[in-house]
């Protein structure tokens, strides 16, 4: 729309919004100051020294007090600490210092904005390739993207995975005590592999990506995780890991980043045992674009437009579900490929969880 003197502007409304964007370049910028305070240990100090002054925090973390000064007082702006001006000091609320430094906590965001200021960081890449329509495949991130990922997604597979969705698949979970074969497929740096392994002792695990330097990473983190006795980690395509005979294939976040995730359903169709189960877990969105509209669906389609659809379009076929695919669109992928059971076993506000049964 061109703006010219026949258009009525509503400036009340033209203010709102203005003042709305405001409020959206300080979060932008706090993507980065998060990391910042993430990654000096500010939060952390913060969580265990109660209410200091800069300098008592900036003693604390070997950093420099203008810098810390400045950062505490971008943070209280946004109400991620509190500030007394009577005193000086500033202070870490206690939900604040669970969603901040607890990594046990399915609250944990570091590692959000982690991904998000990675997204931005790569993000000029991702415009040159939106020029040509080529893609930008999740091997040429950088650490904040590969690192950020592992550290968001993991605290939901903490608080659901073992307690919530395996036990709502049909009798997966008794098989996994028994001793199953599992392949968990696009498994990153491992943290849902590691996460099942070390709940069911009795089974066998490979975990699989084509992303070669993620596979290593996911093998340190098995080694430290001490179940290297029952995860082994294999650099393969979807379409192609190797082995058959598997009771589960998981494959979690992955699919909709996949080219061509038909050629991975049939392939996971071939190398299940006549009873097996896929289990897919995405991210949550509803079928139409009207029903995403609201914050969740905002962060996927921005991580999606930077992420998941280039993935996708960097790979042979190039189908790009985008992370907002929904279940109808998911459906149409697990039964074009021969499964003939499908049905959303659990979800969470983040996620969807799929079981596909040959
Ligand atoms: C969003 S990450 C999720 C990683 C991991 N599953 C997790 O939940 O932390 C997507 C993963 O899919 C992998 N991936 C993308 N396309 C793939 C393909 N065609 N075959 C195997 N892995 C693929 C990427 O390398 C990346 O590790």
Redesign the pocket.
């Known amino acids: 729309m061109s703006i010219d003197q026949h258009t009525e502007i509503d400036q009340d409304k033209l203010m709102q919004f203005v003042f709305r964007a405001v409020g959206e370049v300080g979060a932008t910028l706090n993507a980065a100051l998060v990391v910042m305070g993430d990654k000096l240990g500010l939060y952390q100090a913060l969580a265990e020294a109660g209410p200091v002054t800069p300098d008592q925090l900036a003693a604390r973390t070997g950093t420099a007090e203008r810098y810390v000064r400045e950062w505490l007082n971008a943070q209280a702006a946004g109400d991620f600490v509190t500030y007394e001006p009577e005193t000086g000091r500033y202070l870490l609320p206690p939900e604040q210092a669970m969603a901040l430094t607890d990594a046990s906590s399915p609250a944990y965001l570091p590692g959000f904005f982690q991904l998000a200021l990675g997204s931005v960081i790569d993000s000029p890449r991702i415009m040159e390739a939106a020029r040509s329509g080529a893609g930008f495949?999740?091997?040429e991130h950088g650490t904040d993207v590969?690192d950020g990922?592992?550290r968001?997604?993991?605290p939901g597979?903490n608080a659901n995975l073992i307690s919530q969705w395996l036990p709502a698949l049909d009798g997966v979970t008794g098989k996994l005590e028994r001793g199953a074969l599992v392949a968990?497929?696009?498994?990153?740096?491992?943290?849902?592999t590691i996460l099942m392994a070390q709940a069911f002792p009795a089974s066998a695990f490979v975990g699989?990506?084509?992303?070669d330097g993620?596979v290593k990473t996911a093998r340190r983190r098995a080694g430290d995780a001490a179940v290297g006795d029952r995860v082994r980690f294999e650099t393969?395509?979807?379409?192609a890991?190797a082995g058959d005979g598997y009771d589960l294939v998981t494959?979690?976040?992955?699919l909709h980043?996949?080219?061509?995730p038909l050629g991975?359903a049939r392939h996971v169709r071939g190398s299940l045992k006549p009873d097996g189960t896929w289990m897919i877990?995405e991210p949550y969105a509803e079928d139409r674009v009207e029903g995403n509209l609201n914050p969740v669906g905002r962060a996927y389609y921005a991580f999606s437009t930077l992420?998941?659809t280039p993935?996708?379009l960097s790979?042979e076929v190039g189908l790009a579900l985008g992370a907002q695919a929904g279940e109808a669109r998911i459906k149409d992928v697990v039964t074009a490929a021969g499964f003939t059971r499908f049905r959303r076993a659990a979800q969470t506000p983040f996620n969807l969880v799929f079981e596909a049964r040959p």
């Open positions: 495949g999740w091997h590969l990922c592992e968001f997604f993991r597979y968990d497929v696009g498994c990153g740096h491992g943290s849902s699989t990506d084509y992303h993620s393969a395509a979807a379409s890991y494959m979690f976040d992955c980043d996949m080219g061509d991975a877990v992420l998941c993935a996708s790979q």
